[in-house]
């Protein structure tokens, strides 16, 4: 059976796609901050179908502290990962973080120096075994630097580069590297947006996640669309592009 | 506008929308009344709060334990009852009672007490919910059941969201045969055979209703096509659920339910079926939700809206009662595709204000028409009244405190166990001081 590790397992989007996992009989095992939110996910999970659910409390910015837990998912998933989802992450004030260099570096901490960590153990482990996913979800906000949201975008873009990368290096071990870029999902680290058509329901993003996963695709824009809008935002010559509010 | 409506978009009201994520949170802070909210598919007022604040409980939507033995399931009051069929089926258990919408919350199923095809049999939703947490805005949490907390168990049961916010809900599962529904569809004449229809299948069909045809007048009023299924055997496989799911993508600028549209559906769907009598086996989707293949169907009344018209009439007045209110709806040429027509049983309700009772039940929809609608309203109400009848809360938008009132004088032990920061724009209309 499918063994499955998240990362930000609390996370909307990461939810839903265990949802998934369970509903197929996998085992699953969450990583997250909040114990008694785990303990109701990992209940959900086994009534959904799971075969075996456990999970360890974490804050992932505690990057000295993942030696041991790898340790812990080793064991509860019998040392074979066949996915690992990166999930965790933060929406971060952007004109606070104008104000603070500590914000801001903490906001690169948090979306990408840990998951940078992350990638870096659990590319070893998988490169070894030969096999099994490493997917992240980055955002589309990595494709380019906006003012509204640049230190959210630097940090995604570091991570879209490294899983780029990392991508290229375990291509000849039979590692399925796969970055994820969702835009404008309605989830409660979006709450206070006003929703528009552009919007997608975690849901959704999750059965798109992992129908990558299970395609082994390399990129997958969520929902579908977002290929095309950065595609041409991409392409806007930066002359331009520095005069426009977005 | 508020993205949390009613399903009949009418009234409309200002209200602002928060949302619960976890149920082991106190329910927000708030000057003003709250009100829980589900999927927001009553029909009139229960679920709106003008100038005040709505909860959304569609986050709360986890699963906390399934029991495939005993078919004891307890989830999240958000978790709707698709979601718990797409569960349980599999494991051969199914609803007690489903209302004709799967699209509806476990705990709004409790705080409307919904009914379902099988009224007959199985009574309401809440006959069948074991235990639920009753959170009030003062932190309490209640653990509610028959034997505990039973009184504030009977109130909310029915008690529309007044009580508290139901955080998680304990129900009992019945088991089936299988999820296929042998059916049979009856084209009949009148009124009259419709109850002998009734009382004919009432104790060999665990769902039984018909659709009316609400233009029929003179010797065919009532006729309409009656429909009863059981859960088929075990051998029979389950055909397919139907793939097309349609939608209205939007809402058209006036109500597409006039005179004509009425007469020529009504007459199309009444003659369908040229023989009297025809059986097939059914996927359970079409035969307990068919409205539920068109998504947002509520938009075909237009930017106005729609109220529902439900009643319920003792079953020694339920000809009489039903000839007058049918003949009403022709003469004026007004109503609705679907109007609904079932014998309820007698089985009781822990529900201290459950609407079904011992009789019969109608229900259409009408498009709100200005100056139309509520005079016309009145007319029907004056037979309800006069045949000892009554009005379903969950889907009503109009009736008077005086008629409330009257038809559930247990209001008041309810208002007592409301929670005094939960109102409702449908409480506040129906408990003026009269």
Known sequence: ?246 | MSEFQSWGCYPKVDQKGVSMSDRHQDLPKSDSAILPFGNGRSYGDSCLNADGVVVSTMALNRFIDFDTESGVLRCEAGVMLWEILDLVVPHGWFLQVTPGTKFVTAGGAIANDVHGKNHHLKGTFGCHVRQFELLRSDGQRLCCSAKENADYYAATIAGLGLTGMITWVELQLKRVTSPAIAMENIKYQNLDEFFSLSEESDQDWEYTMAWVDCVASGSNIGRGHFMRGNHADASVSLPPAPKLTLQVPFTPPISLINSYSLKAFNWAYYERQQDRVKSAVSHYEPFLYPLDSILDWNRIYGPKGFLQYQCAIPYDNGLAAMKDILRLIAQAGFGSFLAVLKVFGDKHSPGLMSFPMRGVTLALDFPYVESKTLPFFKQLDDVVVQTQGRIYPAKDAHMSAELFQAFYPQWRELEALRDPKINSSMWQRVTQEI
Not at chain 1, 25 to 39: H, I, P, S, T
Not at chain 1, 83 to 95: F, K
Not at chain 1, 171 to 179: D, E, F, R, S, W
């Open chain 1, 1 to 246: 059976m499918q063994t499955i590790v998240i990362f930000g397992g609390c996370s909307a989007i990461a939810e839903q796609v265990a949802r998934i996992y369970a509903t197929r009989g996998a085992q699953l095992f969450l990583v997250d901050r909040n114990e008694q939110r785990l303990e109701d996910i990992a209940a959900d999970l086994k009534v959904r179908g799971a075969e075996k659910v456990e999970y360890a409390v974490l804050d992932l910015t505690q990057t000295d502290r993942f030696d041991g837990c790898l340790e812990q998912i080793n064991k509860a998933l019998g040392g074979v990962i066949d996915v690992a989802l990166i999930a965790h992450g933060t929406l971060p004030d952007q004109s606070a973080c104008e104000q603070s260099v500590d914000k801001t570096l903490l906001e690169i901490q948090i979306n990408a120096i840990s998951t940078i960590a992350l990638l870096t153990k659990l590319a070893n482990q998988l490169e070894q075994r030969g096999a099994g996913t490493l997917a992240a979800i980055s955002s589309v906000a990595g494709d380019r630097g906006r003012q509204s949201n640049y230190v959210y975008g630097a940090a995604k873009s570091m991570m879209t580069t490294f899983l780029e990368g990392l991508r290229n290096r375990l291509a000849k071990h039979n590692v399925h590297v796969l970055t994820i870029k969702p835009g404008f999902v309605d989830t409660p680290m979006t709450a206070s947006f006003s929703k528009g058509p552009l919007w997608a329901k975690p849901e959704d993003v999750a059965a798109g996640i992992v129908n990558a996963i299970d395609k082994k695709r390399n990129v997958a824009y969520l929902p579908w669309f977002w290929r095309y809008i950065m595609l041409i935002i991409r392409h806007i010559p930066e002359f331009v592009f520095k005069r426009m509010g977005l």
